[in-house]
């Protein structure tokens, strides 16, 4: 299985960015998506995914209303469009993916990508 996960950048505080995931080496619709980020120095957190069958998606509160999920099965891909990016979003934003029931940890994803920088200046 693979994720590979593109998309980062260096933007203004107020811009808009879209990151991707593509994935590979598995049955893509069996597998719940999320996105998690970490910034330096504090723990990976949770930003946003969908459930195991795809019914709904969930993100965490600090960026609900700005940042959008979404998943498309054909091509395998999940998109996370940043919306009015604050500097406190900058961090490492990785995807992954996991086929057990939603589960918000970190701990309940088994494949990961390698991670995409996004950097929000002031």
């Known amino acids: 299985v693979q994720l590979q996960a593109s998309g980062g950048g260096l933007v203004q505080a107020g811009s808009s960015l879209r990151l991707s995931c593509a994935a590979s080496g598995l049955t893509f619709s069996k597998y719940r998506m999320g996105w998690f980020r970490q910034a330096p120095g504090k723990e990976r957190e949770f930003v946003g995914g969908?459930?195991?069958?795809?019914?709904?998606?969930i993100y965490a509160d600090s960026v609900k209303g700005r940042f959008t999920f979404s998943r498309d099965n054909a091509k395998n891909t999940v998109d996370l469009l940043m919306d009015s990016l604050k500097p406190e979003d900058t961090a490492v934003y990785y995807c992954a993916a996991d086929s057990r029931p939603f589960d918000s940890s970190s701990s309940s994803y088994y494949y990961w990508g390698q991670g995409t920088l996004v950097t929000v200046s002031s």
């Open positions: 969908d459930t195991w069958n795809g019914g709904s998606t």
